[in-house]
């Protein structure tokens, strides 16, 4: 049995890369040991309740992302014009984030003095030569100490679930060293005529997130996904590489030109990769990924004072919140709730606090309803309740992430015909996995002489 391509893993990333093999006519095989396909990306119709128990949403950009999901025949819904609202929480209750510079002036989230210190970042000394500067030591050396406590640590724990003295700037945030590099600061470079921002829209779809994954195993065809399934044995051949699996009392064996590793690090030990290059790849075994509960809360519109007129609401470490941040759900999509009720995503862990995730259930649900209280004026008792855990959530691009990287490209340069692909490779958010998956899919189509047909921005 033989293919152009094998793929491991099923997640979001693995689908991208098969989903757009298969629209380019590349013979295609992805194998998954989960019984089902999509990874984290899950959603869940719950008595009139559609809950995600992964990402929430996705922004699109004008990368080639939106036309390669409307190939696979999804119909993307956007969000409420109030999703440009955001909140941060600050001395116990939602404030609104400030947007741009006017913004930043006039906001109660800093000080005088904070924001004296932020309108002198033209003047801040600049990097430091060689090194990997931590998200931290970056803002405080820019903006000042308030900016990091009260702003970037609350967006840091929403996109990562990070923490901003590990996280490594050159790896998290490309675009803010890019920005220093380039102009000098920050503020410079907000305020030049460089090139257009990128069209931005946040969307999701009818039946939630799961939609996608849903698309793209469509989109392979029958016959192309094994799920549940070990791999026993996996090696180089003089032309490809050669796969051995079992499904229960069942086993087989492919070979393929090319192999595609779309699974976790944490997941590489378990499989029989070849000893030069698990050698290659045992520093990614101590790659952190902290865990994440995900608490979706319903209630009756009555019981929540808040106006919930957002996108939802951000919680900087300093609040000593239970909580990295809550999603306003029902303010965001449509048919997301029975009539006349809301929903509220709150997520739990992280770096931060990793250890609330030990609770059960019904801790988790009563700690996350008194936070509402408290922050939302919720009263009473929630009339829905769902819960999703993920032991190992998201992978965080710490300081030393570079060195990595650079034996990723090492190991497919070594060991032809090799791709890895995930949000451990170029950014943790959907839409860079997808558009990374899009990229390997098209270098192996050329290299079959089947040419993407797929419009692909760079990353």
């Known amino acids: 049995m033989d293919f152009e391509t094998i793929i491991i893993g099923a997640g979001p990333a693995g689908l991208g890369v098969a989903s757009a093999l298969s629209l380019n006519k590349v013979e295609t095989l992805v194998l998954e040991a989960a019984p089902r396909a999509g990874g984290s990306v899950v959603s869940y119709r719950q008595d009139g309740f559609l809950v995600e128990g992964g990402p929430n949403s996705l922004m699109l950009e004008n990368d080639g992302v939106e036309g390669f999901l409307k190939d696979i025949g999804l119909v993307p819904l956007e969000a409420s014009p109030v999703a440009k609202k955001r909140f941060l929480v600050c001395g116990g209750r939602p404030v609104a984030a ?113 939609e996608i994954p849903n698309a793209m195993v469509c989109a392979l065809g029958a016959g192309r996904l094994q799920a549940s399934v070990r791999i026993t044995a996996l090696g180089k051949t003089p032309d490809g590489w050669k796969v051995s699996w079992e499904n229960g009392s069942s086993q087989a064996t492919a070979k393929a030109r090319f192999l595609v590793l779309a699974v976790p690090p944490w997941s590489w030990p378990t499989l029989p990769l070849p000893a030069m290059l698990q050698e290659l790849l045992l520093p990614w075994k101590a790659i952190e990924a902290p865990p994440i509960s995900i608490v979706s809360l319903g209630y009756k519109r009555e019981q929540v004072a808040h106006p919930l007129d957002g996108f939802g609401m951000l919680s900087p470490g300093i609040e000593g919140r239970k909580i990295l941040g809550t999603l306003f759900q029902s303010s965001l999509f449509s048919k997301r709730t029975p009539e006349g009720c809301v929903l509220l995503t709150s997520f739990v862990g992280g770096s931060r606090q990793a250890g609330l995730t030990q609770a059960n259930d019904e801790e988790q649900a009563e700690r996350i309803h008194g936070e509402m209280r408290e922050l939302l004026g919720a009263t009473g008792t929630p009339c829905f309740t769902h819960i999703c855990h993920w032991p190992r959530a998201i992978p965080q691009y710490n300081i030393g992430h570079e060195a990595l990287s650079i034996r990723l490209a090492t190991a497919e340069h070594r060991f032809v015909g090799l791709r890895f692909c995930g949000n451990y490779c170029a950014g943790i958010a959907l839409p860079k996995t997808i558009l990374h998956a899009l990229k390997v899919a098209s270098e192996i189509s050329a290299a079959f002489g089947k040419p993407s047909k797929l419009k692909i921005a760079n990353v």
């Open 98 to 210: 400030p947007s741009g510079l006017i913004g930043a002036l006039t906001t109660p989230l800093l000080s005088l003095r904070g924001k004296l210190r932020f309108l002198g970042e033209p003047f801040a000394r600049s990097a430091p030569a060689g090194g990997d500067e931590s998200v931290g030591t970056f803002v405080r050396r820019r903006l000042g100490r308030e900016v990091a406590q009260r702003l970037v640590d609350a967006m840091v724990g929403g996109i990562y679930a990070g923490d901003i003295e590990r996280l490594s700037l050159r790896s998290a945030f490309p675009r803010l060293h890019e920005m220093e590099m380039r102009y000098g600061s920050l503020l410079r470079a907000g305020l030049s005529k460089g090139r257009a921002a990128p069209i931005r829209r946040l969307v999701n779809f009818a039946e939630g997130m799961a």
